[in-house]
């Protein structure tokens, strides 16, 4: 029979749902109070800017700098949305908790891997893919996902 069930995995699946509903409520929040100062200030440069009726180069400095700003915050709340898509959401639905206790979990494995190392880099000496070197000897690295 070929019918969409709607009540019984929400009911199955409520307390991981309203997890990550929360967490991206959290992130939408954060997101919005990290970049809205930014673009006001910005929105300020560039209405001083107009009344004076020509640009000042300290001026156009300062909007290319927020500019900068925003855009790496841009893509780090980016990042985080794909990460939480990706790889938090099917954590969560494999282990049967939330969004927070998942996020964990990636990071530790990042961490198993090397992607993320106690520095920060990202590196070819952070690399958690292995050399050509490492297969001539029959070597890999296996990372099992850190315990529930």
């Known amino acids: 029979m070929n019918r969409a069930e709607v009540i019984a995995p929400w009911q ?13 409520i959290v992130m939408g929040v954060m997101s919005l109070v990290a ?5 006001i200030v910005g929105i300020g440069i560039g209405w001083r800017m107009f009344n004076h009726s020509r640009p000042s180069f300290g001026g156009v400095l300062e909007l290319m700098g927020l500019g900068l700003i925003v855009l790496v915050l841009a893509v780090v709340f980016a990042l985080i949305g794909k990460l939480t898509r990706d ?4 954590l969560m639905y494999l282990r049967r908790q939330g969004a927070c206790a998942c996020w964990r979990a990636l990071l530790q494995l990042l961490a198993a891997t090397r992607v993320i190392s106690s520095c920060g880099c990202f590196s070819r000496s952070c690399s958690p893919w292995p050399s050509a070197s490492s297969f001539s000897r029959g070597s890999s690295r296996r990372v099992a ?3 529930a």
Do not use: C, D
């Open 35 to 39: 970049t809205l100062p930014l673009v």
């Open 12 to 24: 199955q699946y409520a307390r991981e749902g309203n997890s990550l509903f929360l967490f991206r």
């Open 87 to 90: 790889f938090v959401v099917p």
């Open 145 to 147: 996902l850190p315990a």
